[in-house]
Nanobody, 126 residues
Framework: QVQLVESGGGLVQAGGSLNLTCTTS????????MGWFRQAPGKEREFVSA????????LYGDSVKGRFAISRDNAKNTLYLRMNSLKPEDTAVYYC???????????????????WGQGTQVTVSS
């Protein structure tokens, strides 16, 4: 069974940085594209970033482009999200997600992901 566990969220002032981590188990991580999404209260789930298994095909949402960076360590079965220049509007629960099949293109579409973590709260104060 695929399990995803996010960590690294917290409270930070505007302009600060946070590093999120998603540890995975139950699948061959190195073969799967992975994604990050976020959801703020009262809003729909929003695409943040995604990467293919080789980290040579990376996508970012328009609102985070140039500030966030996705990376992965296939030897550690771990996905990362480095968040810089944080803004109050970045406040949300952040989720990592995995598709059901390996070797798929990274995608912005939440429905293309089968497995989700429980989320980690990121709060940015002004």
């Amino acid at each position: 069974q695929v399990q995803l566990v996010e960590s690294g969220g917290g409270l930070v002032q505007a302009g600060g940085s946070l590093n999120l981590t998603c540890t995975t188990s139950g699948h061959t991580f190195s073969l799967y594209s992975m994604g990050w999404f976020r959801q703020a209260p009262g809003k729909e789930r929003e695409f943040v970033s995604a990467t293919n298994w080789l980290s040579n095909n990376i996508l970012y949402g328009d609102s985070v482009k140039g500030r966030f960076a996705i990376s992965r360590d296939n030897a550690k079965n771990t996905l990362y999200l480095r968040m810089n220049s944080l803004k109050p509007e970045d406040t949300a629960v952040y989720y990592c997600a995995a598709p059901s099949r390996p070797w798929t293109y990274p995608t912005r579409v939440a429905g293309e992901y089968e497995y989700w973590g429980q989320g980690t709260q990121v709060t940015v104060s002004s």
